[in-house]
């Protein structure tokens, strides 16, 4: 089964307009059906997972590129660093549009390589798992969020609702595709099974990780960290591991898709701010299987609830952004006297601060900490308060409160 991707608007154009595009992100996250399922007949397809092809690749790339000419679709591209300055030569000569679309699922030596060998001639776009609009068949409707009255009341008027026990069984099984859409895929079984290919596969490459339990723990520790800011020694200490090795192995969860870090706003124009960024695992379902919730109504009256919810619904606000093709202007704000907003967007030059709260009951008091965005001297935009409200109420001048179903 197949769902149409907000992503796919925006790959068209690019594909008409550079000579390579490159879709990342995560491991069975769906970039490889979304780019077969749109890929005209007369473009070509290989995967580098296969051991054959991927020895001619890594030995011989020039006679690779012979039997596999553009146009063509190659996958894991991640696994054959060496095809690139050959592609790069392929697209200097015949500066065509859409001449090779590329798949990989390690961000971090991908595009180290592709900036090197393939600068001005590649589109880079990140895909992350289902967002509630592509499960509901809306897909061209998840346009960038912004808290903007307008903008908000067109969201809702979808009629839609979402019930806590149906929020919460969507947090609990994640976004990828694999799970999301089959109900009768045992949850434990592919989680499971994705940590093990994880580790046996994206850790290996990307890093010498000596002990893979050690690893294991550590990615437990950082789940039950989500939505957290970042404390680099206790992260290190819960894994029995230094801190410059937690170091290193958090740059692998980036790398690898797995992680997100919001980075807290900053100016020179207050030393209050301050520097430590949040961090959040980028699917829920995972986030949970890691920190062993065995199903969603006890997801939902544990001590996670809150931060899981936050974690769900910065993810899909991110989906909003970045299956648009657009960058994520997304910061959060935190002072010294602890005053702290969850979200701050910041586009055109103007913040739209949005606090996330499991409530359905919002009040002004709520969004207090608004006002605190004065000393930044930087135009403020509309704010919101993201909660489980039925509907969407002004609670300030120049806040609403944000039912779920907007997003």
């Known amino acids: 089964m197949y769902l149409p991707r907000t992503l796919e608007t925006f790959v068209k154009t690019a594909a008409e307009q550079f000579p390579v595009l490159l879709v990342t992100g995560a491991r069975q996250v ?28 890594r030995q011989d790339p020039a006679l690779f590129m012979q039997r596999f000419p553009p ?100 947090i609990w099984r994640g976004a990828f595709p694999a799970i999301a859409l089959n109900n009768d895929m045992d949850r434990d079984l592919f989680y499971s099974s994705y940590v093990q290919t994880y580790l046996q596969r994206d850790v290996r490459d990307l890093s010498r990780v000596g002990d893979e339990m050690a690893f294991l723990r550590f990615i437990r520790a950082a789940s039950a960290r989500t939505a957290q800011m970042l404390n680099l020694s206790e992260l290190a200490r819960d894994a029995d591991i230094s801190p410059n090795t937690a170091k290193s192995w958090l740059s692998i969860l980036q ?41 969603p109504e006890t997801l939902e009256a544990g001590a996670m609830s809150g931060a899981i919810l936050e974690t769900w619904i910065l993810t899909e606000l991110l989906k909003s952004y970045w299956h648009n093709g657009c960058h994520a202007p997304f910061y959060y704000y935190r002072d010294k006297e602890q005053k702290e907003i969850d979200l701050l967007i910041v586009k055109d030059g103007r913040a739209y601060p949005l606090e996330i709260k499991k409530t359905a009951s919002p009040g002004k008091n709520d969004v207090r900490h608004f006002q605190s965005l004065e ?26 409160s944000i039912p779920l179903a907007a997003l």
């Open 30 to 57: 769906g970039k490889t059906t979304f780019l077969q399922h749109i890929r005209q007949n007369d473009r070509g397809y290989i995967t580098l997972d296969d051991p054959l092809v991927l020895n001619l690749a």
């Open 71 to 170: 146009p063509v679709l190659i996958d894991e591209i991640q696994y054959a660093p060496e095809l690139l300055p050959y592609i790069k030569m392929t697209v200097d000569r015949d500066r065509k549009p859409g001449l090779f679309w590329l798949t990989g699922s390690q961000q971090f030596h991908l595009m180290k390589g592709v900036s090197e060998s393939l600068a001005g001639r590649v589109a880079v776009v990140f895909l992350l798992g289902l967002s509630r609009k592509e499960r509901a068949g809306r897909n061209l409707m998840d346009r960038p969020f912004l808290p903007a009255p307008d903008e908000i009341r067109n969201r809702l008027d979808a009629g839609e609702t979402l019930p806590l026990k149906e929020l919460y069984r969507l």
């Open 255 to 295: 790398a690898s898709g797995i992680a997100y870090l919001l980075e807290p706003y900053h100016t020179n124009v207050t030393k209050r701010l301050v520097k430590t960024p949040k961090l959040y695992i980028l699917d829920t379902g995972l986030c949970a299987y890691l920190t062993e919730w065995s199903s």
């Open 375 to 400: 000393k930044l001297k930087l135009p403020i935009g509309p704010g919101g308060l993201i909660c489980l409200a039925g509907q969407s109420l002004p609670l300030t001048p120049s806040t609403l």
